[in-house]
């Protein structure tokens, strides 16, 4: 005879699967519809996804950045793409960008830490930590950049002094073809440098060319397709050359920098401060023992902030004059008018912060190349809390890409998008105007914190350069052979080519 089944007859195990059958079945309603609180919370659109992939078949891994921006042109200003079983909100266009950057800040104003930077930073330091480290950490360091003189007239005795180096650097190749993305990204570090480490380094330095290699190829890998799929599935990383070198070139920074701060620290007066690892070990000093356990100002934010800021200080910088001075060889006819008028308005004593006001082509120019060249096309963020936003609702934790080739490309804000052309930063009478989708640096509260520092040197270095030499294409190359295809990382670094730096005096 069949027993009648009866509720109060299930064992404690029949018990506990119903309970989780019966949670899945509730998330499944309250995650898709909300039908429980009556209200519709509406994700953001996206591709259809495959379990495992996601969307990782409509996606190109070598060109991200590029593939999202097609992405929207079908999904919208604001839509969903899984990378694997990772869920990302894709923010594109310069309007939803800067109102989720400046008007919702707190809700995405959050580092996502994928697997790679957690491995690279622990979550200490400034650029993939949150919270109250990262608050401190960044306020400390925005106040000892500026004691130190960032985007006030001291750093600009200092980029003079090292543009002089540069340019002697330059002088060498006799106006015969070389590279000079070594020359200038050692001129570019020397500036952090002197602030970080209170030292100069030169040019022939084996050491601090090894340094700068070991920086610029992390950079790179870690933008590389076989790291996106590592932050998916971190359990690859030890079968990726790419992960063993990138762990490999980690070790080796931190021994450089321990070897720093030790020899700072040997030599380290507390009455005079020199650079910034002083003013770190001062502030040290003056926390309490018993607060000691509690303090930001540990060794591990010490290495970390200081290996974020020389990193994102050396390569964003000497990236942005390498694409400059690329694009014044692909169109000679802006080069032109940008020297017509530094011979006009400064003449041939050294060019200051001041000109640029009475400099408005080259001030345009160096716009336009940094909207073109758009350097750092998505840095990820992600959301401290759920929030609605146009419309959509985007859970708490969600990883966010705020799209800034999106908006330095955006085509309703720049009339020739993906042309070189200062005439979007000049008026009809010629005067240089300001253009809100100019966002390199981005906005809100992420947003790069050594922009006054990174402009100064851009106009310095960028005017003396163009003062002293007529940059063009090695002998047989034409302007059009020159190549502006980017090599990706997690930066978009010019193709490794030759140029001519032919004296003008
Ligand atoms: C042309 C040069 C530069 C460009 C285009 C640039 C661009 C950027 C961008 C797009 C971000 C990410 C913002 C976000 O997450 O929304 C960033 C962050 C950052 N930048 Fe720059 N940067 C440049 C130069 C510099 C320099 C010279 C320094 C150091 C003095 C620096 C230090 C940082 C730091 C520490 C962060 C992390 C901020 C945080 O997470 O709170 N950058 N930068």
């Not at 659109?45 to 991200?64: E, Q, S």
């Not at 480290?133 to 001291?154: P, V």
Request: aromatic content about 12%; charged content about 25%.
């Amino acid at each position: 005879m069949l027993e009648e089944f009866c509720f109060w007859q299930l064992s404690g195990t029949s018990w506990a699967l119903l309970a989780a059958l019966g949670l899945l079945f509730l998330q499944f309603l309250y995650g898709n519809l909300s039908l429980i609180s009556g209200e519709t919370r509406k994700e953001p659109p996206g591709p259809k996804r495959f379990p495992l992939i996601g969307n990782l078949h409509v996606v190109d891994l070598k060109r991200l950045d590029a593939s999202l921006l097609a992405l929207s042109k079908k999904y919208g200003r604001v839509f969903t793409v899984h990378l694997g079983p990772k869920k990302v909100v894709v923010l594109a266009g310069y309007k939803v960008v800067r109102e989720a950057l400046i008007n919702y800040a707190e809700e995405f104003g959050e580092r996502d830490i994928s697997p790679l930077f957690f491995d690279f930073n622990k979550g200490h330091g400034i650029l993939f930590s949150n919270g109250d480290s990262w608050k401190e950490m960044r306020h400390f360091a925005l106040s000892t950049l500026k004691d130190f003189g960032m985007g006030k007239r001291m750093s600009e005795t200092k980029i003079i002094e090292e543009c002089r180096c540069l340019i002697e650097e330059f002088e060498k190749h006799k106006g015969e073809p070389f590279r000079n993305a070594n020359a200038v990204s050692y001129a570019a570090s020397n500036i952090i440098s002197g602030i970080m480490y209170g030292k100069r380094f030169e040019y022939s330095d084996p050491a601090f060319q090894e340094m700068l290699a070991k920086d610029h190829e992390s950079i790179r890998l870690m933008g590389s397709a076989s790291i996106l799929i590592y932050n998916v599935f971190p359990w690859i990383g030890p079968f990726l050359k790419n992960w063993r070198i990138l762990m490999r070139n980690l070790e080796i920074r931190i021994e450089d920098n321990k070897n720093i701060i030790a020899d700072l620290e040997s030599s380290w007066d507390p009455s005079s401060c020199r650079c910034f690892v002083d003013v770190f070990l001062n502030r040290q000093l003056k926390v309490e023992k018993s607060e000691m356990e509690n303090s930001h100002y540990h060794e591990h934010n010490l290495l970390n902030s200081l290996m974020n800021l020389f990193a994102a200080g050396t390569d964003t910088m000497a990236l942005t004059l390498q694409w400059c001075l690329l694009f014044m060889a692909k169109f000679p006819r802006f080069q032109d008018q940008v020297q017509e008028e530094l011979t006009r308005v400064v003449g041939s004593r050294q060019v200051r912060v001041e000109d640029r006001k009475d400099l408005p082509f080259t001030d345009a120019v160096i716009h336009e190349s940094q909207r073109l060249c758009n350097i750092v096309p998505l840095i990820p963020h992600k959301t401290s809390q759920d929030v609605t936003f146009e419309g959509y609702f985007i859970e708490k934790d969600t990883t966010v890409f705020p799209l800034l080739t999106s908006v330095l490309f955006d085509e309703s804000e720049w009339e020739s998008p993906h042309t070189f052309n200062p005439h979007h930063f000049l008026d009809k009478e010629g005067r240089f105007i300001k253009r809100n989708a100019f966002m390199p640096f981005s906005a809100g509260r992420r947003a790069c914190l050594g922009e006054s520092l990174a402009r100064m040197e851009v106009f310095l270095f960028f005017t003396s350069l163009l003062q002293h030499f007529r940059f063009t294409p090695p002998p047989g190359v034409t302007e059009d052979e020159l190549d502006l295809a980017p090599v990706v990382g997690l930066t978009l670094s010019p193709r490794p080519h030759q140029l001519c730096a032919v004296s003008r005096q």
